[in-house]
């Protein structure tokens, strides 16, 4: 399958989700993370979500790049050398960017998942949120809580 220049955003800069975006960057898809403001991480130096905090990082040879606006996530596409971190609401950039593939890989344990069915052609949730989405994944780590 030919994945090249696929729109996809990706909930979550944490472990989970930097391993996704990692992934899909590789095979030449258009990714974009989105992240809030403070991020839950707990691995500082393994996820992509280093850049919601200083402004870039890199993991395994692939950089991602903390994007102001989405002029900004649109410059770090175009460029093709870093994966963007958008670090505000959610609504305009899947408005202006149009995503193909939204993957949910925030892994969080509490409270009700959003629904994100219809937000993209395509929802993939991972872990938790597995149960609001179009196709569900349960991460190992939460299979082994439920």
């Not at 870093?82 to 959610?90: D, E, F, Q, S």
């Not at 892994?107 to 949120?129: F, N």
């Not at 994944?137 to 439920?146: D, H, K, L, N």
Request: charge should be positive; proline fraction near 6%; include cysteine.
């Amino acid at each position: 399958m030919d994945l090249d220049g696929l729109k996809v955003v990706v909930r979550g800069a944490g472990d989970i989700g930097s391993a996704v975006a990692h992934r899909l960057f590789r095979d030449a898809c258009a990714v974009v993370i989105h992240e809030e403001p403070k991020p839950t991480t707990t691995r500082r130096g393994m996820a992509f979500a280093d850049a919601v905090f200083d402004g870039r990082t890199s993991l395994d040879g692939i950089d991602a790049v903390r994007a102001r606006d989405i002029a900004g996530v649109r410059r770090v596409l175009a460029a093709r050398e870093a994966i963007p971190v958008y670090v505000r609401p959610l609504g305009p950039l899947l408005k202006e960017f149009a995503p193909a593939v939204l993957v949910d890989a925030r892994m969080r344990k509490r409270g009700a998942p959003q629904v994100q069915r219809g937000l993209a052609e395509l929802t993939i949730g991972l872990g938790p949120a597995a149960r609001r989405c179009a196709r569900a994944r349960r991460s190992p780590r939460s299979a082994r809580r439920s």
